[in-house]
C-alpha cells in the first residue's frame, strides 16, 4: 500500500511558485521521498528525490520537514505544461533484492496550472 | 540519461486474442522491469516485477496465466496479455531501473494504450 497521502488537487497560476503537499507520516530511516509527475496519457516522469536534506535541481525543489513526516515539492515558476498528475511515493534506495525496491503510486496531486 | 522504449504506443485487439508488448531498456541494462495497468482516472498499479532469466513476481490478485511477462535478456521484457478481453483495455507502463547509473530512481516507459473490442 501507498504510505504517502496528497490532497487529490490544487490550482495554480501560472508564472506562480505552485507548492504540493505530501504526508508520509510512517517514513522510515532508510526511506527516500521520490516525486514523479504524469502528464495525460504518458508515462510518469522523474522529477527529485531526498533522504532529508532539502533538495534543488532544474525542475523543482523538495523541502523535508526536519521529523522527515512531510514534504513539499516546490514547483518555482508554473507552465501550463507542469499541469499534471503529480507523485509522492517514500520507499528504500539501493538494491536488496526484495519487495522494497517495488515503486508503489498512491493517488497522487491533479495540479492544474491556470492561465 | 536512462531511456525505456515500449511498443506498441497503442495497440487495438479483438476480444479472445493475445497482444505482447515490449519494453526495452535503450542504453542500460535492466536485470529487473516493472509492469504497471493504470485505468481511467485512476493511478497506476503494479502488475509484477520481471527478473531477467526467472519467473516474474505477480502482484496479489493478477493472473499470472493470462499475463505472461518474459524477460529473456537484460535490455527487453515482454508482457502478453492472452485472451484478452473488454475488461483487460487498460494503458500499460513499463519502468526499469540503471542499477549501475548514477540517477537513483525508475525510468518509465511511454505505455502502451490497449483497446479491447
Known amino acids: 500500500d501507498a504510505k504517502t497521502t496528497q490532497p487529490p488537487s490544487m490550482d495554480c497560476a501560472e508564472g506562480r511558485a505552485a507548492n504540493l503537499p505530501c504526508n508520509h507520516s510512517t517514513i522510515s530511516g532508510n526511506e527516500y521521498v521520490y516525486w514523479y509527475r504524469q502528464i495525460h496519457s504518458q508515462g510518469p516522469q522523474y522529477i527529485i528525490h531526498g533522504l532529508k536534506n532539502n533538495e534543488t535541481n532544474e525542475m523543482a525543489s523538495l523541502i523535508i520537514t526536519e521529523d522527515r513526516k512531510s514534504s513539499t515539492l516546490i514547483l518555482p515558476h508554473a507552465t501550463l505544461r507542469d499541469t499534471a498528475v503529480y507523485y509522492c511515493?517514500?520507499?528504500?534506495?539501493?538494491?536488496?533484492?526484495?519487495?522494497?525496491?517495488?515503486?508503489?503510486f498512491g493517488t497522487g496531486t491533479l495540479l492544474a496550472v491556470q492561465p | 540519461g536512462a531511456v525505456v522504449s515500449q511498443h506498441p504506443s497503442w495497440v487495438i485487439c479483438k476480444s479472445g486474442t493475445s497482444v505482447k508488448i515490449e519494453c526495452r531498456s535503450l542504453d542500460f541494462q535492466a536485470t529487473t522491469m516493472f509492469w504497471y495497468r493504470q485505468f481511467p482516472k485512476q493511478s497506476l498499479m503494479l502488475m509484477a516485477t520481471s527478473n531477467e532469466g526467472s519467473k516474474a513476481t505477480y502482484e496479489q490478485g493478477v493472473e499470472k496465466d493470462k499475463f505472461l511477462i518474459n524477460h529473456a535478456s537484460l535490455t527487453l521484457s515482454t508482457l502478453t496479455v492472452t485472451s484478452a478481453h473488454p475488461e483487460d483495455s487498460s494503458f500499460y507502463i513499463c519502468s526499469a531501473r540503471d542499477w549501475g547509473g548514477v540517477f537513483d530512481g525508475y525510468t518509465f516507459g511511454s505505455g502502451t494504450r490497449l483497446t479491447v473490442v
Open positions: 511515493i517514500v520507499r528504500v534506495a539501493g538494491w536488496d533484492g526484495g519487495a522494497t525496491n517495488k515503486l508503489i
